[in-house]
C-alpha cells in the first residue's frame, strides 16, 4: 500500500475529508475565520456594521424597521409558527407545558421575524466578497461623498461609497465592502496608499 491508501485506511474512507462541509471543510473554514479575526477585519466590519445601523435607525430600512413592517405585513406566519411550536410542546409534553403555551406563542410571534432575518444579516456583515483585498487600502477619491454617499474609480471600476461626507480628493480608508459598495473612513495617515 502507498501512503495515501494507508492514510485512508486510517482515517476511515477517506471520502468523508473531501468532500465539501467535510472535515477539511470545516479546518479551512475555521483557519479562514481565524485568519480574518487576526487580520482585524471581522472586527472591522463588526464595528462599521454597527456604525451603519444607528445611521439606517433614522431611515427607513433600519434593522429596526424591517423587523416592524416584518411583524406587521406577515402577522398571520408569525402566529402561526408560534402556536405551531406550542402545538409541538403539547404533543410531547401536555401536563408540563399547558400553562405556558399562551406566553410561549407570544414570544415565538415576537421573535420569529428577527430569526427569519437573522441568516440575511448575518451575511450580509460575514459575507466574503472577490474584492476582499481592497480592505483596509487607503485611496483618493474621485467624487465627493455627500450625505454618506458618493462614488468613486477603484481598480478600473466604478464604485459606491459609503461613509462621513469628504471632499474630492481626500484619503479615505476601506474598512468593508460589499458587491458594489465600499464602506469608508477617513485616512489618519496610517495606511497603504493606493
Known sequence: MNAQQQQKSANGSGNNQNKPGGIEGVRHF????????RSGELRARLQYFLFK????????????????????????????????????FMLFS???FWFWQIP????????????????ATLSSLFGHTDQQHLVGQVI?????????????????REWLVS???????????????DAKTLYVVPDDGSGRNY
Open 104 to 119: 410561549v406563542v407570544i414570544l415565538l410571534t415576537l421573535l420569529a421575524p428577527a430569526l427569519f432575518e437573522l441568516p
Open 163 to 177: 461613509g462621513p461626507d469628504c471632499g474630492m480628493g481626500h484619503k479615505v480608508k476601506i474598512v468593508t465592502l
Open 94 to 96: 401536555p401536563e408540563k
Open 140 to 156: 483618493t477619491l474621485t467624487h465627493p461623498v455627500v450625505d454618506g454617499k458618493g462614488r468613486t474609480a477603484l481598480d478600473g
Open 30 to 37: 475555521f483557519a479562514s475565520v481565524g485568519e480574518r479575526i
Open 53 to 88: 445601523q444607528t445611521q439606517q435607525a433614522r431611515e427607513s430600512n433600519s434593522l429596526l424597521s424591517k423587523y416592524k413592517y416584518r411583524l406587521q405585513d406577515d402577522w398571520p406566519t408569525w402566529v402561526g409558527i408560534g402556536c405551531g411550536t406550542a402545538a409541538l
